[in-house]
């Protein structure tokens, strides 16, 4: 659920950063939430196998680094921000968190069959 919030979350903002365009204080906030929710759903996509949508959630990390920012002309952005937009939508739809074992399910492999 927590993921899911992120995610909406970050539709939002490039959602603003599509239709607006900002600068200085505010721009650096938009890259650190927009960076920030794709480094968790580039997690989420390792631990669960699909290297597709790493690839593509670390390319939007990196594109949104606010340490070392990448400018574009105001078109290219567009297209870029739209992108992730349509990125984060699917993977809203498409990448499911795989579910973390709890304490008690690691303390009962042998009753699961399932190792580590």
């Known amino acids: 659920m927590y993921s899911k919030m992120v995610r909406i979350t ?3 903002e ?3 950063m599509a239709a607006f365009r900002f600068e200085g204080g505010i721009r650096l906030l938009a890259q ?3 960076c920030g929710a794709a480094a968790l759903v580039l997690t989420e996509a ?5 290297h597709l949508w790493a690839i593509a959630f ?3 990390a990196v594109y949104f680094n606010p340490i070392f920012p990448i400018d574009f002309s105001r078109v290219a952005e567009l ?3 739209l992108t992730c937009m349509v990125v984060f939508a699917a993977s809203l739809r498409y990448l499911k968190p795989v579910p973390r074992m709890s304490l008690a399910t690691i303390a009962d492999l042998q ?6």
């Open 111 to 116: 009753a699961r069959g399932e190792s580590l």
């Open 32 to 34: 650190f939430v927009v």
């Open 10 to 12: 970050c539709l939002a």
């Open 14 to 16: 490039l959602g603003l």
């Open 58 to 60: 670390a390319l939007i």
């Open 79 to 81: 297209t870029i921000v």
């Open 46 to 50: 390792i631990r669960s196998r699909k």
